[in-house]
């Protein structure tokens, strides 16, 4: 990344006003410099200091890395070493993240440090998510300057994104409880693996979050991804229960995750626990990282896990990663009358009336303000 960004306050002034309000700890002189700050949630054990965030629950000891790479100890103390320190920050269309049923055509300003408390073998990121923030080129920018920058660009919102926001939980934490008191949405794009304490103090900050579900099955989840699905089935539920806009992603990927019973498994699930009107995104796979032997995923197999989830009485599906398709469009669940038309990640066409569809009157989840 480039050099810091211009016009933002000292590092040494926005420490003093954090500690002021009551938002940081620093770390202790000599300690782990000024892009670390202590963790809210761990415990001494006997074997070394347990992390609370996700259900790796790691338990290091002073010399040791978390698996997601951003959590270290010291004086028996948990600290991060991703706070101010993105390797990445941009200005993307907010139906990029994917989110289309949440303030469409509006720009969100995106960061991401490095780490990541999953290791999927299919990951689109991989350079910076399988990495530390040690060893990233980085910016300096701290929470109140992220908001700054949000605002002064004129976005919206501000997208923990790209890499995984629960493995820089601290550093989303704090810009997203300034970001809410300046007016500013708050929106998680995640693998949703985290533990339910710190995810329901998260949750009270987020506006909207899009959700990657990475399939519909422990084995899998621990081969492909080195996680387990029932956290993630938690995290759904627990956001839809705080009233977090919600949309989920499932990339599908050839000979891992395009077992149409487990797809319509997933989606049953999907639709007996509440999530009829959620947005669902079949994501098209690129062979990366650890799997580039394998496929593109075949557009029929997309299309067939899209009919799937239309049938089971998912109503709003889409079709990620492939574009010029006509499942990248928004459709009214009733009169079947496309009212959002896309292109990429512009809206062509606008057919919504007062959160409605125009033509019959149905009203179309989402949040459109």
């Given at each position: 990344?480039?050099?810091?960004?211009?016009?933002?306050?000292?590092?040494?002034?926005?420490?003093?006003?954090?500690?002021?309000?009551?938002?940081?700890?620093?770390?202790?002189?000599?300690?782990?410099?000024?892009?670390?700050?202590?963790?809210?949630?761990?415990?001494?054990?006997?074997?070394?200091?347990?992390?609370?965030?996700?259900?790796?629950?790691?338990?290091?000891?002073?010399?040791?890395?978390?698996?997601?790479?951003?959590?270290?100890?010291?004086?028996?103390?948990?600290?991060?070493?991703?706070?101010?320190?993105?390797?990445?920050?941009?200005?993307?269309?907010?139906?990029?993240?994917?989110?289309?049923?949440?303030?469409?055509?509006?720009?969100?300003?995106?960061?991401?440090?490095?780490?990541?408390?999953?290791?999927?073998?299919?990951?689109?990121?991989?350079?910076?998510?399988?990495?530390?923030?040690?060893?990233?080129?980085?910016?300096?920018?701290?929470?109140?300057?992220?908001?700054?920058?949000?605002?002064?660009?004129?976005?919206?919102?501000?997208?923990?994104?790209?890499?995984?926001?629960?493995?820089?939980?601290?550093?989303?934490?704090?810009?997203?409880?300034?970001a809410r008191a300046r007016g500013i949405k708050n929106l998680?794009?995640?693998?949703?693996?985290?533990?339910?304490?710190?995810?329901?103090?998260?949750?009270?900050?987020?506006?909207?979050?899009?959700?990657?579900?990475?399939?519909?099955?422990?084995?899998?989840?621990?081969?492909?991804?080195?996680?387990?699905?029932?956290?993630?089935?938690?995290?759904?539920?627990?956001?839809?229960?705080?009233?977090?806009?919600?949309?989920?992603?499932?990339?599908?990927?050839?000979?891992?995750?395009?077992?149409?019973?487990?797809?319509?498994?997933?989606?049953?699930?999907?639709?007996?626990?509440?999530?009829?009107?959620?947005?669902?995104?079949?994501?098209?796979?690129?062979?990366?990282?650890?799997?580039?032997?394998?496929?593109?995923?075949?557009?029929?197999?997309?299309?067939?896990?899209?009919?799937?989830?239309?049938?089971?009485?998912?109503?709003?599906?889409y079709i990620g990663n492939v574009p010029g398709t006509l499942a990248?469009?928004?459709?009214?669940?009733?009169?079947?009358?496309?009212?959002?038309?896309?292109?990429?990640?512009?809206?062509?066409?606008?057919?919504?009336?007062?959160?409605?569809?125009?033509?019959?009157?149905?009203?179309?989840?989402?949040?459109?303000?």
């Open positions: 990344m480039g050099a810091m960004v211009a016009g933002l306050q000292s590092v040494e002034g926005l420490a003093k006003t954090l500690i002021n309000m009551g938002e940081t700890k620093m770390p202790p002189s000599g300690g782990l410099g000024k892009f670390s700050k202590e963790s809210l949630y761990f415990v001494v054990t006997p074997k070394g200091v347990k992390c609370q965030i996700c259900p790796n629950n790691c338990i290091l000891r002073e010399g040791m890395d978390s698996i997601c790479r951003t959590h270290v100890v010291k004086d028996e103390k948990l600290y991060t070493i991703a706070y101010g320190n993105p390797c990445s920050a941009n200005i993307d269309p907010i139906e990029k993240k994917p989110l289309f049923h949440y303030l469409p055509s509006s720009k969100s300003y995106s960061i991401a440090t490095a780490g990541c408390n999953l290791a999927c073998l299919n990951c689109q990121n991989w350079e910076i998510s399988q990495q530390s923030p040690k060893f990233t080129q980085n910016i300096e920018l701290f929470p109140a300057q992220v908001v700054d920058e949000a605002i002064n660009r004129g976005c919206r919102s501000i997208a923990y994104t790209y890499s995984e926001p629960i493995a820089f939980y601290e550093y989303t934490f704090d810009t997203a409880r300034l998680l794009i995640s693998n949703g693996y985290i533990n339910e304490k710190p995810l329901r103090d998260l949750a009270k900050y987020i506006d909207a979050a899009n959700i990657n579900l990475k399939s519909f099955n422990e084995d899998i989840y621990a081969k492909l991804n080195g996680g387990s699905l029932q956290p993630i089935l938690n995290t759904l539920k627990i956001l839809k229960e705080q009233g977090v806009w919600l949309e989920i992603t499932n990339l599908i990927v050839p000979g891992w995750t395009d077992d149409m019973s487990m797809i319509k498994e997933m989606c049953d699930w999907l639709v007996k626990n509440g999530f009829a009107d959620t947005p669902l995104h079949f994501s098209r796979f690129f062979p990366l990282h650890k799997l580039t032997s394998l496929p593109y995923t075949p557009l029929l197999t997309l299309e067939r896990a899209h009919e799937i989830a239309l049938k089971v009485g998912i109503k709003y599906v990248e469009n928004t459709y009214c669940p009733k009169c079947k009358k496309m009212v959002l038309e896309r292109k990429g990640f512009t809206i062509l066409t606008n057919n919504l009336k007062n959160a409605t569809c125009k033509f019959c009157g149905t009203v179309i989840a989402g949040v459109w303000g």
